[in-house]
């Protein structure tokens, strides 16, 4: 059975930075590329990330570039999506998810809630 | 980027009718070396992720139910729902994943009428 499990989370003041999480397993994680797309509260689906299946390409939305850093480690199955000056406009629920440009969204995780206030 | 624009933005179907929404992209999705329009729909429940539910167009994902169907090629784009059910009450989203940035429709929220 195919998990994604995000975390890391939280209420960060603006300007802050926070370091988000995501572990899979059910499926051959180094094989395949994965996203962040991130929900503003009662809003639509936005991709923020993406990066290859070895981790040699990323791509960023045009909202987060020079701001936040996509990474991952295929020996323990994460995803990481380190965010740097956090803007009350990064407030949104974050989900991992498995894909990219060039291939649909197959499985997501529940999430994991940023909020960016003071 | 590739814009989606889906219409309409909310519809009220009663239970066992047929809910038709539709998606238009602002440049063609469609690869002609492989004949694949790369565009998906996807269902998000109150409190849920989002779920794929049709790829390339109108494959149907495993486990999704024969009355969801998709069509449509280039930039304009259907998702049908041939009887509605109860558990089909959702926010429906298209998506293109043709270029970077994939791109996702503003959203169409269905309800039961």
């Known amino acids: 059975e195919v998990q994604v499990l995000e975390s890391g989370g939280g209420l960060v003041q603006p300007g802050g930075s926070l370091r988000l999480s995501c572990v899979a397993s059910g499926f051959t994680f180094s094989g395949y590329a994965m996203s962040w797309v991130r929900q503003a509260p009662g809003k639509g689906l936005e991709w923020v990330s993406g990066i290859s299946a070895g981790g040699g390409d990323t791509y960023y939305a045009d909202s987060v570039k020079g701001r936040f850093t996509i990474s991952r480690d295929n020996s323990k199955n994460t995803l990481y999506l380190q965010m740097n000056s956090l803007r009350a406009e990064d407030t949104a629920r974050y989900f991992c998810?498995?894909?990219?440009?060039?291939?649909?969204?197959?499985?997501w995780g529940q999430g994991t809630l940023v909020t960016v206030s003071s | 980027d590739i814009v989606m624009t889906q219409s309409p933005d909310s519809l009220a179907v009663s239970l066992g009718e047929r809910a038709t929404i539709n998606c238009r992209s602002s440049r063609s999705v469609f690869y002609t070396s492989n004949n694949k329009n790369y565009f998906a729909w996807y269902q998000q429940k109150p409190g849920q992720p989002p779920k794929l539910l049709i790829y390339w167009a109108s494959t149907r994902e495993s486990g999704v139910p024969d009355r969801f169907s998709g069509s449509g090629s280039g930039t304009d784009f259907t998702l049908t729902i041939s009887s509605l059910q109860a558990e089909d009450v959702a926010v429906y989203y298209c998506q293109q994943y043709y270029s970077t940035p994939p791109t996702f429709g503003q959203g169409t929220k269905v309800e039961i009428k």
């Open positions: 998810a498995k894909g990219n440009t060039g291939v649909p969204f197959g499985y």
